[in-house]
């Protein structure tokens, strides 16, 4: 029972970092080198159309003005709207939150298949011929640039053998968690280059299980197969699970490289092009909404780990 | 034990991989056959024809605050332009919406006719109304300053529209470039718009169908439109933003043409089958110049700047940066636009003399920082060629790199800095020049501008721009043009400062 409060504290620090999170954010923007009005106006405007332009995006306010204004709209549930495009930022935020979490979410799927079985499957035949290999064809895997995955699948499935579009071009009216074949590689992409740290992370630790006086105990005892692998495996999870949820969470905002590639800019993607322009309502809402994303995800792997732990020391 | 292990662990590689690709080649086979359906359907009645530019989440109907090349794209071809820039007519410019510009004789007035027949997609005529408010919407919508042009030169706000047919606009101050200023970019678009939706009524030929930002918009050809009606049935404007990504669904045949890519893709895309490159002519290329502050040591001698203008090896530019797709620039802007003086003595490349400037000059071994950053296709490419130029002659020359879309940021910190890159795009000199630097270049441009004779007005532009050749403070270095791939079978694309789709044609 002591689950709730548990949790209720973890929400709570999530708020206080959230907060902390958007201070420190247009704090940072702030002090970068130039404004939206750069970005807006182009080589070619006059003085004067600088300064107009400044005083209609509000820039000519102070800046802890501007952020209690957004802060304001923020707590009503108004992100604002971009200074470059005069788009609504929970617009912006949703179409981009779409585009990540359909390539990151099958992502972790394989992610979870690929580490989970290879890993458990290496850790309890630790030394085997397939345990090196695994072990070194993952480390090549880790070591790997994004960029050089990405380009060897297009290579392998949209030039060798063309099975697959290579750029997710998606009808209008439609999402694109309706056209499996458009997620396919950039959510392949993805997995490649993060299941390799789960995997060795789950291996290791399943192997360390395995030589523990418990688990020897359960096989004297007669335990074999899939009773004898739960056994293990709750026991050995934990700090992968852990590696597992901090590497997804980072995949919501880091995969620019293969978002960008594959056209399925995402929520790390559309923060970059915001920074660069310096479109200060569109960084706000999109750090904070991959700042609330990663401390959810992080939350949610804190809590698995717990009902792991629970599971044990009830059996 | 090993083998066995190994053999379930290829099974179920194997496995995995069947269902991977079962899974997802069931889609795409789907799909590929709805396309061909569309395809032949489209075959027969003028066809649709995909294509795909940089666009992004910015991306909006709003063509005065558009800041992608795709807003401009899309807008040209829903609302029909008054004129256009065309160096090879008469007066400069072609004329569409508008049927005529007149110059008073004082240059102080001008007086423009309205096409007749030309028609909204709502079913209303285009009146000079329309026009008036076209011109105004800038300054009343708060466009982007390249669209503020026309206020530049004439007092909107005096403007009127005496009957249907005719606008009148006055002069701030006398100018006979005015006709540059209206058909730089400026589109027609009904009397009070406020907002621009799919719905909002146009005059181009082509409607808006539908519309997503950053992903992509369907066009249909329009049965309004008062021009030569287009041949395509439907366009869809596709936004991928990665160069890279637009060249792989070209070559994949997922869009048929592309626009904006790099010269190194376009020297690889050269030799793929099927596919044909081109790049726009002048004068629709970007002037890539780099800025020397006079303001600054050692450049407020005019030996140092000739110095590097002349160190700078433009061929070797022209040759490794973008495979000869650019034209070596002569420090002078506007390049292929009728006031362009093509007499101008082509700037050599001569290092000893350079070498023997500077020393005249005692900055020999001076140091300088060139700041650059990816603005434009080639430029941090060429600003590295260019230090190498001036370090041959003795320059402790750095480049500073900065990150994408960082250069004009902090524009007042940029217009400071001794040494750095910049681009203007197309247009005419004269109304493009920025006074203040240069009294007697300033004076001449006023006069090239405003004087009662084309002649003398030619004279001083030609006069403004052999100072400036002479004594100026940039290295025009190229004028880089656009570049753009399309698959075989598509034709009729102008490549514009912006590619022009509506005369295009698709056949299988």
């Given at each position: 029972m ?5 949790i ?6 999530l708020?206080v ?5 958007s201070v420190?954010v247009?704090?940072?923007?702030e002090?970068?080198?130039?404004d939206?009005?750069g ?10 159309e600088?300064?107009a332009?400044?005083?209609?995006l509000g820039?000519?306010r102070p800046?802890?003005e501007r952020f ?13 709207t971009s200074?470059?495009s005069?788009?609504d930022?929970g617009e ?6 779409g585009?990540s979490l359909a390539?990151?979410?099958p992502a ?17 035949r ?8 695994l072990?070194?064809?993952t480390l090549?895997?880790v070591?790997?640039p994004?960029?050089l ?9 949209t ?6 579009p290579?750029?997710?071009?998606v009808?209008?009216g439609?999402?694109l968690?309706?056209h499996p074949?458009l997620i396919?590689l950039p959510?392949?992409?993805?997995a490649?280059?993060?299941?390799g740290?789960t995997?060795?992370?789950?291996r290791a630790?399943v192997t360390?299980?395995t ?10 005892n007669?335990v074999?197969?899939a009773r ?5 495996v709750?026991n ?5 699970v ?8 980072g995949?919501?905002?880091?995969g620019i ?11 790390g993607?559309e923060?970059?092009r ?7 309502p569109?960084v706000?809402?999109l750090s904070?909404?991959l700042g609330?994303?990663?401390l959810?995800?992080?939350?949610a ?15 | 034990m090993a083998t066995r292990?190994?053999r379930?662990?290829a099974?179920?590689a ?12 069931g889609g795409?086979e789907a799909d590929?056959?709805d ?11 003028g066809?649709t024809?995909r294509a795909a530019?940089?666009?992004g ?5 709003n ?13 040209k071809l829903v609302h ?5 820039l065309?160096p090879?007519?008469e ?5 569409r919406v ?5 110059v ?10 309205v096409?007749s027949?030309?028609?909204?997609s ?12 076209s ?5 009343l919508l708060q466009?982007l300053?390249f ?5 530049r030169?004439?007092?909107?706000k005096?403007?009127?529209?005496p009957d249907?047919?005719?606008?009148v606009?006055?002069t701030l101050?006398?100018?006979?470039d005015g006709?540059d ?6 589109l ?19 409607r808006?169908t539908?519309?997503e930002a950053g992903?992509?918009t369907t066009l249909a050809?329009?049965d309004?439109?008062?021009g030569?009606?287009p041949?395509?049935?439907?366009i869809?404007l596709?936004?991928i933003?990665d160069p890279t990504a637009?060249?792989n669904a070209?070559q994949?045949?997922q869009?048929d043409?592309?626009?904006?890519i ?10 793929a089958d099927?596919?044909?490159v081109t790049?726009?002519e002048l004068?629709y290329?970007s002037?890539?110049q780099f800025?020397?502050n006079?303001q600054?040591?050692?450049?407020d001698?005019?030996r ?5 203008k002349l160190?700078?090896?433009r061929d070797?530019?022209?040759k490794?940066v973008y495979f000869?797709?650019a034209?070596?620039?002569?420090d002078?802007p506007g ?5 362009y003086?093509?007499?101008?003595e082509q700037?050599?490349?001569?290092p000893r003399?350079?070498q023997?400037l500077?020393a005249e ?7 300088v920082e060139l700041?650059?950053g ?6 941090l490419e060429?600003?590295t060629?260019i230090v190498e130029?001036l370090k041959?002659i003795g ?10 879309g960082?250069?004009f940021?902090d524009?007042?910190a940029y217009q400071?800095?001794p040494?750095?890159?910049?681009y203007?795009p197309p247009?005419?000199f004269?109304?493009n020049?920025t006074?203040?630097?240069?009294p007697?270049?300033d004076a001449?441009?006023?006069t090239a501008?405003?004087?009662p004779?084309k002649?003398?007005r ?6 403004a721009q052999?100072l ?6 940039q290295?025009g270095?190229v004028f880089?043009?656009?570049?753009s791939?399309a698959r075989?079978?598509v034709?009729g694309v102008r ?8 005369q295009?044609t698709?056949s299988?």
């Amino acid at each position: 029972m002591r689950l709730l409060p548990w949790i209720a504290v973890r929400v709570a620090m999530l708020a206080v970092s959230l907060t902390v999170l958007s201070v420190l954010v247009f704090w940072a923007t702030e002090v970068l080198p130039g404004d939206a009005v750069g970005a807006v106006s182009g080589p070619e405007a006059t003085d004067a159309e600088r300064a107009a332009v400044r005083v209609s995006l509000g820039l000519d306010r102070p800046a802890p003005e501007r952020f209690l204004k957004w802060a304001g709209a923020v707590l009503r549930g108004d992100l604002g709207t971009s200074m470059v495009s005069n788009r609504d930022v929970g617009e912006i935020l949703t179409e981009r939150a779409g585009a990540s979490l359909a390539v990151v979410i099958p992502a972790a799927v394989l992610i979870l298949l690929f580490a989970g079985g290879l890993g458990i499957w290496a850790g309890l035949r630790a030394g085997s011929r397939l345990d090196r290999w695994l072990t070194g064809s993952t480390l090549a895997l880790v070591g790997t640039p994004d960029f050089l995955i990405a380009t060897a699948l297009l290579l392998v499935f949209t030039l060798w053998w063309p099975v697959l579009p290579a750029v997710a071009i998606v009808p209008l009216g439609q999402s694109l968690w309706q056209h499996p074949d458009l997620i396919a590689l950039p959510a392949l992409a993805l997995a490649l280059g993060g299941f390799g740290s789960t995997m060795r992370l789950l291996r290791a630790s399943v192997t360390q299980t395995t030589s523990t006086p418990y688990a020897e105990f359960a096989r004297l005892n007669g335990v074999r197969g899939a009773r004898y692998v739960r056994t293990i495996v709750t026991n050995a999870a934990g700090p992968a699970v852990h590696a597992f949820t901090i590497m997804t969470a980072g995949l919501l905002g880091g995969g620019i490289v293969v978002e960008t590639l594959f056209n399925v800019p995402g929520l790390g993607y559309e923060l970059a092009r915001a920074v660069a322009t310096r479109d200060v309502p569109a960084v706000q809402g999109l750090s904070l909404t991959l700042g609330a994303a990663t401390l959810l995800i992080l939350l949610a792997g804190d809590l698995a780990v717990r009902l792991l732990n629970r599971g044990k020391e009830a059996s | 034990m090993a083998t066995r292990s190994r053999r379930l662990g290829a099974g179920v590689a194997a496995a995995l991989t069947v269902a991977l690709v079962a899974g997802c080649g069931g889609g795409s086979e789907a799909d590929s056959a709805d396309n061909a359906g569309s395809g032949e359907k489209a075959a027969a009645t003028g066809g649709t024809l995909r294509a795909a530019f940089a666009g992004g989440a910015s991306e909006t109907l709003n063509y005065l605050q558009g800041p992608t090349a795709l807003d401009y794209v899309r807008a040209k071809l829903v609302h029909a332009p008054l004129c256009e820039l065309d160096p090879q007519a008469e007066d400069g410019v072609s004329y569409r919406v508008l049927e005529s510009i007149d110059v008073s004789d004082d240059l102080g007035e001008y007086t423009l006719k309205v096409r007749s027949g030309v028609k909204f997609s709502d079913g209303s005529d285009l009146t000079s109304k329309d026009v008036l408010y076209s011109l105004q919407a800038p300054t009343l919508l708060q466009g982007l300053p390249f669209t503020q042009l026309v206020s530049r030169g004439f007092d909107l706000k005096k403007a009127s529209a005496p009957d249907a047919s005719t606008v009148v606009l006055p002069t701030l101050a006398p100018i006979a470039d005015g006709r540059d200023l209206i058909c730089q970019s400026m589109l027609a678009i009904k009397d009070g718009t406020k907002e621009f939706t799919p719905e909002t009524p146009s005059s181009g030929p082509f409607r808006i169908t539908g519309f997503e930002a950053g992903r992509s918009t369907t066009l249909a050809r329009s049965d309004s439109y008062y021009g030569q009606a287009p041949t395509l049935d439907a366009i869809e404007l596709v936004s991928i933003a990665d160069p890279t990504a637009r060249v792989n669904a070209l070559q994949q045949g997922q869009v048929d043409y592309i626009s904006g890519i790099a010269p190194a893709q376009a020297q690889t895309l050269e030799g793929a089958d099927g596919v044909s490159v081109t790049s726009s002519e002048l004068p629709y290329a970007s002037y890539l110049q780099f800025g020397m502050n006079p303001q600054t040591k050692p450049f407020d001698d005019e030996r140092v700047r000739e110095a590097f203008k002349l160190a700078v090896d433009r061929d070797r530019i022209v040759k490794n940066v973008y495979f000869g797709r650019a034209f070596v620039g002569n420090d002078v802007p506007g390049m292929g636009f009728p006031t362009y003086d093509t007499e101008l003595e082509q700037r050599a490349h001569d290092p000893r003399k350079a070498q023997q400037l500077l020393a005249e000059a005692g900055a020999e071994g001076m140091e300088v920082e060139l700041t650059a950053g990816p603005e434009m296709p080639g430029m941090l490419e060429t600003a590295t060629l260019i230090v190498e130029d001036l370090k041959a002659i003795g320059v402790k020359a750095t480049l500073n790199e900065l990150p994408a879309g960082q250069l004009f940021t902090d524009y007042p910190a940029y217009q400071k800095l001794p040494f750095k890159a910049g681009y203007n795009p197309p247009a005419t000199f004269e109304p493009n020049y920025t006074p203040g630097t240069f009294p007697e270049v300033d004076a001449l441009v006023a006069t090239a501008r405003s004087a009662p004779s084309k002649e003398d007005r030619l004279t001083a532009s030609h006069e403004a721009q052999k100072l400036l050749w002479k004594e100026g403070s940039q290295i025009g270095a190229v004028f880089v043009p656009s570049i753009s791939a399309a698959r075989e079978g598509v034709s009729g694309v102008r490549e514009l400062q912006f590619p022009d789709l509506a005369q295009a044609t698709v056949s299988e």
